[in-house]
């Protein structure tokens, strides 16, 4: 049995515009890593990197932990160590990436043998922790990687994007309140009119489909547009001109990233860098500061190193479940 693990675990995209709260994305970067080493009681933690509270019970991590010690009778202590790099607030999955290194590792850690459905349970606590709901798209994705389709009962499907797709993240500098998620998910009406539900399904169909047949361009033209985009833009100044910028660019399609204020472009081949500048300096014609970086679909949350018995490097997560 190991006595120290240190793991991976990926930043995430959810919603997609066409999929609220059940289609999420793996990002190939940036990554949180964690290192958990067996003690003889108690947790101990500490961050590096993004500023984040490390006081008792103020973390995802140690939340976390402290639930699985209990779910699973883990009578051992346990030190952990965060190296923090998916921003937080910017609608990437920060405390999902978090929550789920923290599964990953204790699950290796303690030999746990969790099964897909404890450790989305277990992750969510974290983001439940985080924002006061637990949503289980960008845990899914952080876990296992990919694109996922997310159901309520937490069972999930998960596809393969096309070879070529390539994301263009841009985080503009605003300010939003504390309470970012709950903010966003106010914006949202509580009803759709049956025409915008008729046009959510369909471009959620569509989207699926071109996952389905590896199209680029079908996979973001759903992402534009839907009703949780149209709602949530006042939240991001410029939306407008900043997704025009990057759809005359190359993009196939530019959505929100979760509930922002980051926002993603779909494109393929070598157009990423321009229409990263295109969309930064429409933002910067707004007056408003961003920072971006390009990425692809990424794998989920990885062991890459364990010491005190063989090195079990990869996912974690078991399939089928």
């Known amino acids: 049995m190991a006595s120290m693990v240190t793991v991976e675990a990926p930043a995430s995209s959810a919603n997609l515009g066409a999929g609220f709260d059940v289609f999420a994305l793996a990002l190939a ?25 490390t006081t008792p019970h103020s973390n995802v991590v140690e939340a976390v932990a402290k639930a699985i010690m209990a779910g699973e009778r883990v009578r051992e202590g346990v030190r952990l160590r965060l190296r923090k790099r998916v921003p937080i607030g910017a609608g990437l999955g920060s405390s999902a990436a978090s929550s789920s290194a923290t599964v990953v590792g204790m699950n290796a850690l303690f030999d746990l043998r969790l099964t897909n459905k404890k450790q989305i349970d277990y992750a ?10 637990a949503h289980y798209d960008n845990v899914t994705a952080a876990l296992f990687g990919g694109f996922v389709l997310v159901s309520k009962d937490k069972s999930f499907s998960r596809m393969e994007p096309p070879h070529s797709l390539v994301l263009c993240l841009v985080i503009p500098r605003v300010k939003l309140p504390l309470q970012k998620t709950r903010y966003a998910r106010s914006l949202l009406p509580r009803r759709l009119s049956i025409e915008e539900a008729v046009a959510a399904v369909s471009a959620a169909s569509m989207m699926v489909h071109g996952l389905a047949v590896d199209s680029v361009e079908e996979f973001g033209a759903a992402m534009s547009g839907g009703f949780v985009d149209t709602r949530r833009s006042v939240m991001i100044p410029g939306f407008e001109r900043v997704k025009k910028a990057a759809v005359e660019h190359g993009a196939a399609g530019v959505c929100i990233s979760g509930a922002g204020p980051a926002m993603l472009a779909a494109t393929k081949g070598n157009k990423g860098r321009v229409i990263l500048e295109a969309m930064t300096d429409a933002f910067e014609k707004e007056s408003v500061k961003s920072d971006g970086f390009i990425t692809k679909v990424g794998e989920g ?21």
């Open 301 to 321: 949350c990885r062991v890459i190193e364990q010491k005190g018995s063989v090195t079990l490097a990869g996912q974690v997560g078991r399939f089928p479940f």
């Open 29 to 53: 970067r940036p990554k949180d890593r964690l290192t958990l080493e067996k003690a003889q009681s108690g947790i101990k933690l500490s961050v590096h990197g993004e500023q984040l509270p």
């Open 124 to 133: 969510g606590i974290g983001e439940r922790f985080a924002s006061g709901t």
